[in-house]
């Protein structure tokens, strides 16, 4: 009588077809979120971006932080951490010239994938080309001079936490 049954080759063969599925579906779905994670900081930035201006054209100026400022949502588990200062971790930049608070903005952030993007009134929404570093080196490269000591610089995400008011 002979025994019907699965070799441990085609076992194995099986097992390895399965294995690379996975991978690919892993790699597939990294993708997705780390595009979803992009889109979700890309329209932060846009509507804080909104919000700013709505400021200045009631007030005159640019807010000197994001703080107070109504109608701010942030999607915070799409933001990586991306600049460590020897202290904590930090994320979502907002750079305003201290000392012409009607020129312009700055808003900076990382996303978890790993591109950091920045958005102006002047510039719109782009990829910020460079690391998410320091505010004095981070927002001179936005096109936003400040001089320190600046009241006019403010990170949303510092230390590893979120500001209490976004």
């Known amino acids: 009588m002979k025994q019907k049954g699965f070799t441990i080759v085609e076992l194995l063969i099986v097992i390895v077809i399965i294995g690379i599925l996975a991978a690919i579906t892993v790699v597939a779905f990294n993708g997705v979120q780390n595009r979803g994670n992009d ?7 846009k509507n804080i971006g909104n919000l700013l201006e709505q400021y200045k054209i009631t007030n005159g100026e640019y807010p000197s932080s ?8 942030i999607s915070k588990g799409a933001y990586g951490a991306h600049f460590f200062n020897g202290t904590g971790d930090h994320n979502l930049l907002y750079c305003r010239d201290r000392y012409d608070p009607t020129a ?4 900076i952030a990382g996303s978890k994938s790993g591109t950091v993007f920045q958005f102006s009134m002047s510039g719109g929404l ?3 080309g460079y690391a998410l570093n ?15 000591p600046d009241y006019a610089v403010m990170w949303g995400y510092a230390n590893g936490t979120w500001n209490s008011s976004l």
């Open 66 to 73: 994001l703080s107070g400022l109504p109608g701010i949502r």
């Open 104 to 107: 312009t903005f700055a808003l």
């Open 126 to 128: 782009k990829p910020h």
């Open 134 to 148: 320091s505010n004095t080196t981070t927002c001179p490269r936005a096109g936003v001079a400040i001089t320190l």
């Open 39 to 45: 889109a979700s900081v890309q329209a932060d930035l």
